[in-house]
């Protein structure tokens, strides 16, 4: 008997492809990190137009989580089928960060890299995993138990994120605690996989994306502004994005405005289409191919070039990845590129 997920799986739904390939850009343009985003040592840091725009990339991973939550939270998978998919995405995580580990080592020619840290550069594949488990733990339970869930991650990481970014403004020196971005605290991903479950049955007014695409931004250039200030470091919307309100508000803009999108057959379409199909490839291969070419042309390294420069290189390194993967699902490693 053909199971409603199975089903599912079969009817492809073009927007969660462009959102998925919108999310793994975001993950790649933050990564090459080649645009100055206008951070300078020693003075007070206020963000950039060009700043301001690649907090968008704050949304990559969040995206991610979304439309896996619009596929999978209400989906009827067994608990064999969710084990089967979490062990997956943890050996794949394995194998890959075992990959990664042996290029960074020979790339630069330091055994330090041969380590378990290495691993963890592919945290999302585990991290997602956890997910698949605990949403499937999660649906078991009476609905007011899992919204008492949700609501709780809402309130910490999220709100008291938000409220150290509004008390480091005023005190950049205040001692600012990494709630919800590290460690068990990923767990806040529950609330962006059951966001993109609740936006993928409902349909809100036109005023609703636009919204919370300027509340997003605005709180994403407050939380840029203070934690520059604070680490004195630049910020380029990555780590730190994550449980905040501000990516949240601005990853369900981007949610609302992309889910029902369906043009035309076309080339873009198609593209498009691949890349989404391809995301876990892309995330997974993108990191690898930055140290190879970084190794082959070490004159790229800490280059600052034009930001759409920085966008063309990101999508290059997006082509060949999915390319990459494409390849690699002919063979037996197609069991550790899907989700």
Not at 95 to 110: E, F, I, N, T
Not at 112 to 137: D, P, Q
Not at 175 to 191: A, D, N
Not at 319 to 333: D, K, M, N, W, Y
Request: proline share 4%; net charge positive; hydrophobic share 55%.
């Amino acid at each position: 008997m053909v199971t409603q997920a199975a089903t599912l799986e079969k009817r492809r739904i073009f927007g969660y492809d462009a959102l998925k390939a919108l999310a793994a850009f975001f993950v790649v343009l933050y990564h090459v990190d080649m645009v100055d985003l206008g951070y300078r040592e020693g003075v007070y840091y206020y963000p950039t137009v060009t700043q301001l725009l690649w907090l968008f990339c704050g949304c990559g991973v969040p995206l991610f989580f979304m439309v896996n939550g619009a596929l999978t939270v209400k989906r009827g998978y067994t608990w064999r089928q969710v084990a089967l998919k979490a062990w997956r995405l943890v050996l794949a995580g394995l194998v890959w960060g075992v990959v990664a580990m042996c290029v960074y080592a020979l790339c630069k020619h330091d055994v330090s890299y041969f380590s378990l840290h290495m691993v963890r550069y592919y945290w999302f594949l585990f991290t997602l995993a956890a997910l698949y488990v605990v949403s499937y733990l999660l649906g078991r339970l009476p609905q007011w138990c899992r919204w008492t869930v949700v609501g709780l991650l809402l309130a910490f990481p999220f709100v008291t994120n938000l409220v150290w970014d509004f008390i480091l403004l005023g005190n950049p020196q205040a001692l600012m605690p990494r709630w919800g971005h590290s460690g068990v605290f990923t767990m806040y991903g529950i609330v962006y996989l059951y966001a993109g479950d609740y936006l993928s049955t409902r349909h809100f007014g036109r005023w609703l994306p636009w919204l919370c695409a300027v509340a997003g931004l605005l709180l994403l250039a407050i939380e840029a502004t203070a934690v520059v200030n604070h680490i004195h470091q630049p910020f380029e919307g990555g780590n730190y994005c994550f449980p905040t309100v501000g990516a949240l508000l601005l990853s369900i803009a981007l949610f609302e405005w992309l889910k029902g999108w369906n043009p035309a057959d076309s080339w873009l379409k198609r593209g498009i289409s691949f890349l989404g199909n391809q995301a876990l490839g892309i995330y997974i291969f993108h990191l690898i191919l930055m140290v190879i070419v970084g190794w082959i042309f070490p004159a790229v390294t800490g280059l600052t070039v034009h930001p759409v420069m920085a966008v063309l290189i990101a999508l290059i390194y997006m082509a060949v990845s999915a390319g990459i993967s494409a390849l690699l699902q002919r063979s037996p490693a197609a069991f550790l590129l899907k989700l």
